[in-house]
């Protein structure tokens, strides 16, 4: 397939594409769907597509699944976050990264959320977690999907005329540009199971069970001491702790450090 014939495609099938790859991203799986913004963005600025219908694909792919995990999140909570963490091979810190967003802007993070990768899947099970109503959220994930994907159609209408360039040098790569494209597709999802798999192994740290943990408490063990690191939200969220634990949300260990006991056994929880 040429450039011309890609180019072809694209303006044939190009709101379908666009709707798959918009889907697919808001689903949790690791599918960037900026390339297809910028794509029709660029061929919208040659009259070939329309904004317009370009802004619906987005919307009637975005809004669906931003809506599920949004009530998904209302009825099921943290563990939401959690599987879409595994889904969209982001590190679990993406969770706490989506939970300081909402901290620092509070609902608004859903107007900005779409435009970090991994964030985006995680902020709509968060904003129902912490009982954002429905209407407000669909009105805010709206206007997210809208400035997301506005900006990224906009920089590719702006840059229009590159377009052609771009074909060119694709026509005379002629059948490795999908060779190009793949492996980078195929580079980015390992880049992302390699980096959560890095991420996993250095938490492997010694460990304790519940049942160990209820009995050494029980037993009134004065050498133990317990750390709560969740997020406000999550307390929040789930008011509910360990009996005794101190509660030093995990970015704020670093200021809090001198309420951290140097002479006991410490154990650090954040679900």
């Given at each position: 397939?040429?450039?011309a014939?890609?180019?072809?495609?694209?303006?044939?099938?190009?709101?379908?594409?666009?709707?798959?790859?918009?889907?697919?991203?808001?689903?949790?799986?690791?599918?960037?769907?900026?390339?297809?913004?910028?794509?029709?963005?660029?061929?919208?600025?040659?009259?070939?597509?329309?904004?317009?219908?370009?802004?619906?694909?987005?919307?009637?792919?975005?809004?669906?699944?931003?809506?599920?995990?949004?009530?998904?999140?209302?009825?099921?909570?943290?563990?939401?976050?959690?599987?879409?963490?595994r889904?969209?091979?982001?590190?679990?810190?993406?969770?706490?990264?989506?939970?300081?967003?909402?901290?620092?802007s509070?609902?608004?993070?859903?107007?900005?959320?779409?435009?970090?990768?991994?964030?985006?899947?995680?902020?709509?099970?968060?904003?129902?977690?912490?009982?954002?109503?429905?209407?407000?959220?669909?009105?805010?994930?709206?206007?997210?999907?809208?400035?997301?994907?506005?900006?990224?159609?906009?920089?590719?209408?702006?840059f229009?005329?590159?377009?052609?360039?771009?074909?060119?040098?694709?026509?005379?790569?002629?059948?490795?540009?999908?060779?190009?494209?793949?492996?980078?597709?195929?580079?980015?999802?390992?880049?992302?199971?390699?980096?959560?798999?890095?991420?996993?192994?250095?938490?492997?740290?010694?460990?304790?069970?519940?049942?160990?943990?209820?009995?050494?408490?029980?037993?009134g063990?004065?050498?133990?001491?317990?750390?709560?690191?969740?997020?406000?939200?999550?307390?929040?969220?789930?008011?509910?702790?360990?009996?005794?634990?101190?509660?030093?949300?995990?970015?704020?260990?670093?200021?809090?450090?001198?309420e951290?006991?140097?002479?006991?056994?410490?154990?650090?929880?954040?679900?």
């Open positions: 397939m040429t450039a014939d890609a180019l072809q495609v694209m303006v044939q099938h190009g709101y379908l594409m666009l709707f798959g790859f918009v889907l697919a991203e808001q689903i949790g799986l690791p599918i960037p769907a900026v390339p297809a913004l910028l794509a029709v963005g660029a061929l919208a600025g040659t009259g070939r597509m329309s904004l317009v219908l370009a802004f619906g694909a987005v919307l009637a792919a975005s809004l669906p699944p931003d809506l599920v995990w949004y009530e998904l999140g209302r009825r099921r909570g943290r563990g939401v976050l959690g599987l879409l963490c889904i969209s091979l982001e590190p679990d810190s993406c969770v706490r990264q989506t939970e300081n967003l909402f901290t620092r509070g609902r608004k993070a859903l107007v900005i959320a779409k435009f970090f990768p991994g964030l985006s899947t995680i902020a709509p099970p968060l904003a129902g977690m912490i009982g954002l109503g429905r209407w407000s959220f669909i009105a805010l994930d709206t206007v997210g999907a809208t400035v997301w994907s506005g900006a990224w159609m906009g920089l590719g209408y702006i229009s005329d590159a377009l052609e360039v771009v074909a060119a040098w694709a026509t005379n790569l002629g059948h490795y540009v999908l060779l190009v494209v793949g492996v980078a597709l195929v580079s980015y999802v390992a880049f992302k199971f390699v980096n959560r798999q890095r991420l996993l192994r250095s938490l492997r740290i010694a460990r304790i069970t519940p049942d160990e943990l209820k009995r050494r408490l029980d037993a063990d004065a050498d133990l001491v317990v750390i709560d690191t969740r997020s406000a939200l999550d307390v929040t969220a789930q008011p509910y702790a360990i009996r005794g634990a101190i509660w030093i949300a995990a970015e704020e260990i670093d200021r809090r450090h001198a951290v006991p140097r002479d006991r056994e410490i154990v650090l929880y954040c679900t």
